[in-house]
C-alpha cells in the first residue's frame, strides 16, 4: 500500500506538530507557509540582535503529552520563568487576576464600596439569557467592576463593543472566576479552589522560533519538505476529496502540488473561499463572515537595565490604544544582548486598513513611544531604535454569530475523507498553542488509521491556566 502524500497549510505550531508527528511515523509530509518564517504567531523576530515574540508565548499546558513532546523537540533548549503580569491602570498596578485586598486599597473605599453595591445588584437581578461578554462578566463581577478592568481592554482586543462579543470568550479564558470565588481564595483555604494562575513557565532561551526553527529541520532531515513563501490560494476537490493545491511565490509564480491528504491551519475562512469548485451558497455565505483582528507590534530598544519586574503588563487605561507591553528581558536576558539595555514589545491589536495599520512603520512607532510616554512607563529619551512587525489574521474573532457560521462550514468539511482542519486559524478557535498541537496530533493520528473528533480538543473552554491532566479527547 503507498504510503500518504500529505500537504499541510501553515508552518506554524500545528502545521508543522501534524508533520512531526507524521515524520515520526516515517510519513514524510509537505509543509506549504506562506512567510519566509516557521512559527506563524510563535515566531521570534530578531532585529540587530535582539530578539521578540509577536506577542508573548508561554510554555504550559495541562496536556502530559505536549509537555514531554516540547522538551523531545528541543532537548536542553528551555528555561524556567517566573510569572509576573499585572494590569495598569490609572498609573497603578493591579495583580491579574485580581486580588481583592489590593484591588480594594488601589481603588480607595469609596470606589471599593460601589463595586460591592454593584455586584450585590448583578446578583438580585442577572442579565438574561447570557449571550454577550458584556453578560457573563457583569453577572460575575458587577458592572462597576466590569466597566474598570473588563471592558477597555477587551474592545481594545476586538474592536467592537463587548455587547458583540460571544460570551464563549469570556467562559473560555476566565472560566471559574467571579468576585466571590476571589474573595474566598484571599481569605481561605485555596485547597479546593480553582487554580487559576500558573506562577512559573517553561520558555525557549532564545524564543519560541528557536523550537519552531528546530521542528522545522527536524522535519526534513526525516525527509519531509518546509517550503516557505508558499501561499495556498486554490484547493481543488472532486466532490469530497481533495487532490490537489495551488500555491504562490511572492513573485507571482504558482506551483501546483498533489496530495492524498491535505491539513490545514490556514484561515478557515480562506479554506471555503479558495476551494475549487467552491461550496455551496450557504457555506460560502457563512465564510465570509468570519472575522479576524490582525495585530503589530512595536519592538522598543531601550538604554534602561531595568523598567518593570513583569513579564507583560496590560494597559487598561482607555486615552490610549495601546493594549498590552512585552518585557522581553524578563522572558529570557538571551532575547536581549546589552545587558544595559531593554526590549519592551508594544501591542497593538487592529484590522487590516484601518488608520494605525495604515501609517508607516516610522509613524507607528513614533505613535507607540508617544503612548508609553503618556502612561508613564518610560520617557521618550531612553528610546535608541524600533522595529515594526505586522501579523494578518492573528485572532478569530467570537462574535455573537460566529458559532451558526462555524457550524455550517464543519457540516460541509465533515464530508471530506481526506481533509483535516488543526490549529487556531484552521479551526476559527481561540485555541492556545498546546491546544493547537493537540489538534494537529489527532490530525495526524486520524491520517495514520485513528478516529479522534479533531473538534472536541479545547470544546468544554477549559481555561489555560487551571491545572488539569488531560486535554485531548478520547478516540470515538
Not at 200 to 209: D, E, M, S, V
Not at 266 to 271: E, I, K
Amino acid at each position: 500500500m503507498p504510503k500518504p502524500k500529505v500537504l499541510i497549510a501553515g508552518g506554524g505550531p500545528a502545521g508543522l506538530t501534524a508533520a512531526y508527528e507524521l515524520s515520526k511515523k516515517n510519513i514524510p509530509a509537505t509543509v506549504l507557509e506562506s512567510s519566509s518564517f516557521l512559527g506563524g504567531l510563535s515566531q521570534t523576530v530578531e532585529y540587530k540582535g535582539y530578539r521578540f515574540d509577536i506577542g508573548g508565548h508561554r510554555f504550559f499546558t495541562k496536556n502530559k503529552e505536549i509537555d514531554v513532546l516540547w522538551t523531545e523537540m528541543l532537548p536542553g533548549g528551555f528555561i524556567e520563568v517566573d510569572r509576573i503580569s499585572r494590569i495598569y491602570y490609572k498609573k497603578k498596578f493591579f495583580s491579574y487576576p485580581l486580588k481583592p485586598i489590593e484591588a480594594f486599597i488601589n481603588l480607595g473605599l469609596i470606589e471599593s464600596f460601589m463595586i460591592l453595591l454593584s455586584y450585590v445588584k448583578s446578583k438580585i437581578k442577572p442579565r438574561v439569557p447570557e449571550t454577550s461578554f458584556e453578560d457573563w462578566v457583569i453577572n460575575r463581577f458587577g458592572s462597576r467592576l466590569y466597566r474598570i478592568f473588563f471592558k477597555t481592554y477587551t474592545e481594545k482586543v476586538w474592536g467592537m463593543p463587548c455587547s458583540k462579543i460571544s460570551a464563549d470568550w469570556a467562559s473560555q479564558r476566565i472560566k471559574g472566576l467571579s468576585l466571590t470565588t476571589a474573595i474566598k481564595n484571599a481569605f481561605f483555604s485555596k485547597k479546593n479552589s480553582i487554580k487559576t494562575l500558573i506562577d512559573r513557565f517553561r520558555y525557549p532561551r532564545l524564543g519560541p522560533g528557536m523550537l519552531w526553527n528546530a521542528v522545522g529541520r527536524n522535519i526534513e532531515e526525516k525527509g519531509g519538505r518546509v517550503v516557505r513563501n508558499q501561499k495556498v490560494v486554490a484547493i481543488k476537490r472532486n466532490n469530497y476529496n481533495v487532490e490537489s493545491i495551488t500555491a504562490e511565490d511572492p513573485e507571482g509564480k504558482k506551483s501546483v502540488y498533489k496530495c492524498t491528504h491535505f491539513v490545514s491551519s490556514m484561515p478557515l475562512r480562506d479554506l471555503m473561499l479558495n476551494m475549487s469548485p467552491s461550496p455551496q451558497k450557504e457555506v460560502m455565505d457563512a465564510a465570509a463572515k468570519l472575522t479576524y483582528r490582525d495585530f503589530l507590534v512595536v519592538a522598543a530598544i531601550i538604554e534602561k537595565d531595568k523598567i518593570f519586574p513583569d513579564n507583560w503588563v496590560y494597559i487598561h487605561d482607555g486615552s490610549v490604544r495601546l493594549g498590552r507591553i512585552q518585557n522581553f528581558k524578563n522572558w529570557s536576558k538571551e532575547m536581549v544582548p546589552d545587558e544595559g539595555y531593554s526590549c519592551l514589545g508594544l501591542e497593538y491589536f487592529c484590522s487590516e486598513g484601518d488608520d494605525l495599520w495604515s501609517m508607516s512603520d516610522k509613524a507607528i512607532a513614533e505613535f507607540a513611544i508617544k503612548e508609553l510616554e503618556q502612561i508613564g512607563l518610560c520617557d521618550s529619551k531612553d528610546v535608541r531604535d524600533t522595529c515594526v512587525v505586522k501579523m494578518y489574521k492573528a485572532y478569530p474573532v467570537y462574535d455573537t454569530d460566529y458559532q451558526k457560521n462555524i457550524e455550517i462550514i464543519r457540516n460541509f468539511i465533515n464530508k471530506f475523507k481526506n481533509l483535516y482542519p488543526i490549529g487556531r486559524n484552521g479551526m476559527h478557535r481561540y485555541n492556545n498553542q498546546d491546544h493547537s498541537m493537540a489538534t494537529a496530533l489527532l490530525a495526524a493520528r486520524n491520517i495514520l488509521g485513528a478516529k479522534y473528533d479533531v473538534w472536541q480538543v479545547n470544546s468544554d473552554a477549559e481555561y489555560h491556566e487551571e491545572i488539569k491532566d488531560r486535554l485531548v479527547p478520547k478516540p470515538l
